[in-house]
């Protein structure tokens, strides 16, 4: 697709569900990122991956949470034992290659709500 | 101290005006910057990047990077109601083994009345 594309757009699960969200980088972009934002607040890093290479995850709020990447491409994010303080908007974004000079481009998010 | 900083506004500015943003960095060998916009309940969408001291300008918009204050700005002329966003300051930053990585400052939200 021309985007990134994340899905589902929205998710509403009851406490201590494990979820899986989705996200499709642009085609060719090597690096993906996952960010969460809850309301008002700013963005909050949660991993970061590139080519074969180790992620990054230093910003993993927890063991609750982790993520794969599969053949260098789709990624998704697991988040186990779901607490309502998990709910919030999660962004992933993807850039060309890693360097200094890529901007990252954002999906439109997965909106999780935690009853 | 934040790896990038923002001015939290509100900032409010009438049509027309020039509305101007800032951010400052911690790192001195950062060498991208970017600017991001955010519509309510809409995903960040990117705007403008620079790389070099000096300004940039595309349509209405100009950044402004001094690296030798670790500061970059944006400014938006005649700021329209449609300008009315938060925007986002993220800078490129080398932690180790981490390159590549974009830090995101907390946004400022800009109010444009008519």
């Known amino acids: 697709g021309a985007g990134v594309s994340q899905s589902p757009s929205n998710k509403v699960t009851e406490k201590g569900k494990d979820v899986e969200l989705r996200c499709d980088p642009i085609?060719?972009?090597?690096?993906l990122y996952w960010y969460r934002q809850s309301l008002g607040q700013g963005l909050e890093f949660l991993i970061y991956f590139q080519g074969n290479s180790a992620p990054d995850k230093s910003g993993l709020p927890s063991d609750r949470f982790s993520a794969e990447r599969t053949g260098g491409s789709v990624s998704t994010l697991t988040i186990q034992r779901t607490q309502q303080e998990d709910s919030a908007v999660y962004l992933c974004a993807s850039s060309r290659i890693q360097g200094s000079n890529q901007p990252q481009h954002f999906g439109d998010g997965t909106r999780l709500s935690i009853l | 101290q934040k790896e990038v900083e923002q001015n939290s506004g509100p900032l409010s500015v009438p049509e027309g005006a020039i509305a101007s943003l800032n951010c400052t960095y911690s790192d001195r060998v950062s060498q991208s910057f970017f600017w991001y916009r955010q519509y309510s309940g809409k995903s960040p969408e990117l705007i403008m990047s620079?790389?070099?001291?000096g300004d940039k300008e595309d349509g209405r918009f100009t950044a402004q990077l001094n690296k030798a204050s670790q500061y970059v700005s944006l400014l938006i002329r005649d700021s329209q109601p449609s300008d009315s966003a938060t925007y986002l300051c993220a800078v490129n930053m080398i932690r180790g083994s981490t390159l590549g990585r974009l830090y995101f400052g907390r946004g400022t939200q800009l109010t444009v009345w008519p």
């Open positions: 085609s060719g972009h090597t690096a």
């Open positions: 620079i790389y070099s001291n």
